[in-house]
């Protein structure tokens, strides 16, 4: 995924699992997620479960490399984030995410991607 290698800038990886820890809460949260790179560009999606089981969000992050392996991120749900690949065709992403208008730890916390199934669309 290291943008200095062009065969690395147009990848999606389908089957990924994100999980969520939250600062002040022992609880740990796994989604299934799509991580997308279209050049330096990064974008995650997921379903968030709400409340009841009908009640499904799709959240997308979205953000620009910034060195790389390292991206910023700002979510359609108001939340910014960060995300680091500490080597080169690493299968982990890894971050911190937060809603900068709250104070609370209910609204930051550390996320964790594992990439699985990556499909290349470059031309």
Known sequence: MNSNDSSSKNRVWRNSTMTFCYLGH???VQYDC?????????????DRKGEAAEQSVCVVYT???AGPGHWRLSGSDGCDSTLHQFAPESAILEGYWHFPQSQSNDD??????????LTSHNP
């Open 34 to 46: 799509i991580v997308q790179q279209d050049g330096s560009t990064l974008t995650v999606k997921y």
């Open 63 to 65: 953000g620009q490399e």
């Open 26 to 28: 022992p609880d740990i």
């Open 108 to 117: 930051r916390g550390f996320w964790r991607i594992q990439l699985s199934d």
